[in-house]
């Protein structure tokens, strides 16, 4: 019989889901323990190292507000996420925290997280991933143990995973690779959890699933049977709050009839090894949601942007904006340029891969502030090869 797979690492992402209040958190992470999760998250929020003011309305139940602003109203100090670790251990979870850009990294490194997660819009800030690479290399030659790393996927194509791994130089195996679809809430049927193998296969990495979908049991379960080491889902105390991610969140019951439905299906699979127990927790999923529904959400394995996210990427992931208005004959600095997520109504920009060719080049047109800086922008710049 075949060796099953060790233990599902059961995430409960809290994201900013506390709206800012210390207590909420702590109420969202006994929750989480309560429902059964191996690890909280959070979000390390810093609205210039996300967005550009200029970048448009979200809809949220109190009516359509700026995006920025709503990010602005969820930054808290580096206390807060110490106190919030230290009450998940306390809770027996894990701490792993996201961070969006060099300043909440180099403060998330510095309270010694359980592990860092580079969300599915950062995949392509490239210079943040060196950062981090960085970071574990300093921990490495003081004796510490590199923070893991985990790794999200959506609105991403193969390549862009492949520059993302290769930003890493050692303690590969300490990165997960989670398959993801930006949307929300993501239907599952477009899930395509082939990939979950397929993408272990292609990188030699753990892989899992960071799931939007509304359904507790089955994107979770299917990704359990799919061979999914890690699962990562939202959770809220209601549905019906107004936090950014409350509407495609799990509340705590539905959580823990995930984790009870995940545990199950891998003690099928512990007891009949990977493929025969896979296969049978396959099969019972066919019989619970219908063989369409379950056929369609494995997929093809084919990693491709999923319909429901293939309108967000340049957009949602990041590119190279101008902070302030650039004139015509302007140099492009450090100060006048960031990598920010495009988001609602700005043109996007270059890839963050081309953030040192264009400093120091001159503006060949006026940019304005929040205007993605493209090739035509720039004098005398042309594209590495």
């Known amino acids: ?3 099953a797979p060790s233990a599902i690492h059961i995430c409960a992402e809290i994201g900013t889901s506390h709206g800012g209040s210390i207590e909420k958190a702590k109420e969202l992470i006994r929750a989480a323990a309560d429902a059964g999760a191996d690890s909280v998250k959070f979000q390390w929020v810093y609205a210039d190292e996300i967005l550009h003011p200029a970048t448009g309305l979200v809809t949220l139940p ?20 110490a106190t919030a670790g230290s009450y998940a251990r306390e809770h027996r979870c894990g701490f792993i925290c996201s961070p969006f850009g060099s300043k909440s990294l180099e403060e998330l490194a510095a309270l010694n997280p359980d592990g860092i997660k580079i969300a599915s819009p950062e995949l392509n800030h490239l210079p943040l991933l060196r950062q981090l690479n960085t970071i574990r290399g300093k921990q490495e030659h003081s004796g510490q143990k590199p923070v893991p790393i985990i790794l999200s996927t959506g609105v991403s194509r193969l390549k862009d995973i492949e520059n993302a791994v290769s930003c890493f130089t050692s303690n590969l195996k300490d990165i997960t690779l989670l398959h993801c679809i930006t949307a929300y809430p993501a239907p599952e049927t477009e899930y395509n959890t082939a990939l979950i193998k397929n993408l272990r296969n292609i ?25 999914a080491v890690f699962i990562e889902k939202h959770i809220t105390l209601s549905r019906t709050t107004a936090g950014l991610d409350d509407p495609v969140a799990l509340e705590p019951d539905q ?15 512990r007891q009949y090894g990977s493929s025969c127990g896979g296969e049978s927790v396959i099969e019972s999923l ?12 494995i997929g093809d394995g084919i990693k491709k942007l999923a319909p429901t996210e293939a309108v967000n990427y340049g957009r949602t992931n990041r590119s ?26 700005l043109s996007p920009g270059l890839s963050p891969e081309y953030i040192d060719e264009i400093i120091g080049s001159i503006a060949t047109r006026d940019i304005t502030a929040g205007e993605g800086i493209t090739w035509q922008h720039l ?5 590495a090869t």
């Open 286 to 297: 066919k019989l619970e949601f219908g063989t369409d529904t379950i056929t369609k959400a």
């Open 255 to 269: 959580f823990y009839r995930m984790v009870t439905r995940v545990r199950d299906a891998e003690q099928k699979i």
């Open 320 to 345: 190279i904006h101008a902070v302030t208005g650039i004139k015509k004959g302007q140099t492009i600095t450090a100060d006048n340029t960031a990598i920010l997520r495009t988001e609602k109504v």
């Open 1 to 3: 019989m075949e060796t």
């Open 379 to 383: 004098l005398s710049v042309e594209p």
């Open 62 to 81: 109190g009516g359509n507000i700026s995006l920025y602003n709503r990010f602005k109203e969820l930054e808290v100090d580096s206390d807060f996420f």
């Open 203 to 227: 990188f030699g990495l753990p892989t899992g699933i960071s799931d939007h979908s509304l359904d507790p049991i089955l994107i979770p379960v299917l990704a359990a049977a799919s061979g």
